[in-house]
């Protein structure tokens, strides 16, 4: 058994609430929840947690919404139980087809009981005739009673399956997408690499962090300036790297790095330079400096 | 009471609600719809973005309630969690049935979802108080990361993917997220 603690702090108990995993997933983690205490308070804390965050965004629906939505919902929950009797009530005076108002049965008595009884009004001439004729509808009824049950049921399934499908098909295309886009990345990235005019200039780690290392792609004739990472320090929160360009001393942003490329996780565009003889990056808050903080520059690299 | 200012029903209350609810007392539907029509037609409203359709959904999402209330298992959690997971996700198949509907192969991820990203804080007025509090309490990356999974129907992978941020950062910020909230319960 995997330590708890790794377990809770896996993700796997947010990604419960949220409704993320999978029928499987979930019954797992249910699984854990009931064998370990630690589990459950801190499941129940993250439910908790978000409850409250949707009620914090409540919102008082409009006052004439409630009679309608009450309505309609009282409609629709009091409808399964009384269908079947008025549908009988109905077959029912079609067989019979003779005056049985004074022996109408309340709604509420039982179908069997519904069925027999508006037969007795019937003109049939024998009475064991009567009582075969009252056996074969009720039968008649029940089977075409039941044979509707079915089909609804199959038809439901049916509904909820495209519902699942289209669901599914619509989450493909979303896929299909970003791994387009992604390709796009990659096609572009190669351009990069492959194209002649680009210089790479090394940059290598300073004294506050001698195992840093990064490269940048600058291409003289266009301007354009690419930043590839392969080794930087953790950032602290509220920090990013930003890049800059030297031209002969004097300091010119080349843009800040993003959280995916500082963690090397492929080119990045950055801000055209129009000419330089050093790149070098600092440490600077979220969103960059006007000028570089020097005590903080991580790498640097002459072309 | 004293752990949770927020959540509208005592534990006393929500278990003789889920008496009632299990007993099929119809009755039982109106209480409810008064404890938590404002809490779920909120969180509809805020993944719909219409008022008609948010009321269509509210609707579905009580004859559901209804209807599987043989599901619940009060020893899995709270009512409220079981009802707001039942809201979210009728909320979600509707966004996702109308992208599918207007033409998801024309219609570009990025497009779609930003749009309605973009679309959310004008038609959307939140009334309680807690709000402001949570607004100040979490970092703007966290609660963009809440949002998009709680409100969006994003999942982990997705968000990373959109925001272009590696996956171990999302779950870090959804968890720090989280855990910032649980405290402001307190």
């Known amino acids: 058994m995997e330590n708890i603690q790794d377990y809770i702090e896996s993700g796997i108990l947010e990604q419960y609430a949220l409704g993320e995993l999978s029928a499987a997933e979930q019954a797992a983690v249910e699984a854990q929840a009931a064998s370990h205490p630690e589990v459950r308070a801190e499941l129940a804390q993250v439910q908790a947690a978000l409850g409250f965050y949707a009620e914090a965004h409540a919102i008082t629906p409009p006052a004439a919404m409630r009679e309608r939505v009450l309505a309609n919902v009282m409609a629709q929950i009091a409808a399964p139980a009384a269908r079947p009797g008025t549908t009988l009530r109905a077959d029912v005076d079609a067989l019979t087809s003779a005056p049985v108002a004074a022996a109408a049965p309340a709604a509420s008595r039982a179908a069997a009981e519904a069925v027999i009884r508006p037969m007795a009004s019937a003109p049939v001439a024998t009475p064991s005739g009567r009582s075969n004729w009252a056996v074969a509808a009720s039968v008649a009824l029940l089977l075409s009673l039941g044979a509707n049950l079915l089909l609804y049921s199959n038809w439901k399934n049916a509904n909820a399956q495209v519902v699942a499908l289209q669901n599914d098909q619509a989450r493909f295309a979303q896929t299909s997408q970003v791994v387009e886009r992604k390709l796009g990345d990659l096609r572009q990235e190669n351009e990069v690499l492959r194209n002649d005019e680009f210089r790479a200039v090394a940059l290598a780690g300073t004294k506050t962090a001698p195992t840093a290392k990064a490269r940048v792609f600058f291409n003289v004739a266009t301007h354009k300036v690419y930043v590839d990472v392969r080794s930087l320090p953790a950032l602290p929160a509220g920090k990013q790297y930003q890049l800059w360009a030297l031209d002969k001393g004097k300091p010119i942003d080349a843009g800040v790095l993003t959280a995916a490329t500082a963690t090397g996780e492929g080119l990045q565009h950055m801000k055209d330079i129009a000419s330089a003889q050093t790149f070098a990056m600092t440490v600077e808050p979220t969103g960059g400096s006007v000028g570089p903080t020097l005590s903080t520059m991580t790498v640097v690299g002459n072309i | ?186």
């Open chain 2, 1 to 186: 009471m004293s752990d949770n200012p927020l959540i509208s029903l005592p534990p006393a209350a929500e278990e003789d609600l889920v008496r009632r609810l299990q007993a099929r007392d119809e009755s039982a539907m109106t209480l409810f719809y008064d404890r938590y029509s404002a809490a779920l037609y909120g969180v509809i409203y805020r993944i719909v973005k219409a008022e008609d359709e948010a009321e269509d959904v509210l609707q579905e999402a009580l004859v559901k309630i209804w209807n599987a209330f043989a599901s619940y298992d009060p020893t899995k959690g709270r009512l409220f969690t079981w009802v707001l997971n039942i809201c979210r996700n009728l909320s979600i198949d509707k966004i996702r049935s109308r992208q599918h509907r207007v033409g998801s192969k024309t219609t570009g991820i990025d497009d779609s979802l930003t749009a309605q990203r973009q679309a959310a804080p004008t038609a959307f007025r939140p009334e309680h108080i807690g709000l402001q509090e949570i607004t100040q309490k979490l970092i703007p990356e966290q609660r963009q990361i809440i949002d998009m999974l709680y409100f969006e129907g994003f999942t982990q992978s997705e968000v990373a993917e959109e925001l272009n941020i590696p996956l171990g950062t999302v779950k870090t910020r959804a968890r720090t997220a989280i855990k910032v909230l649980s405290k402001l319960i307190r």
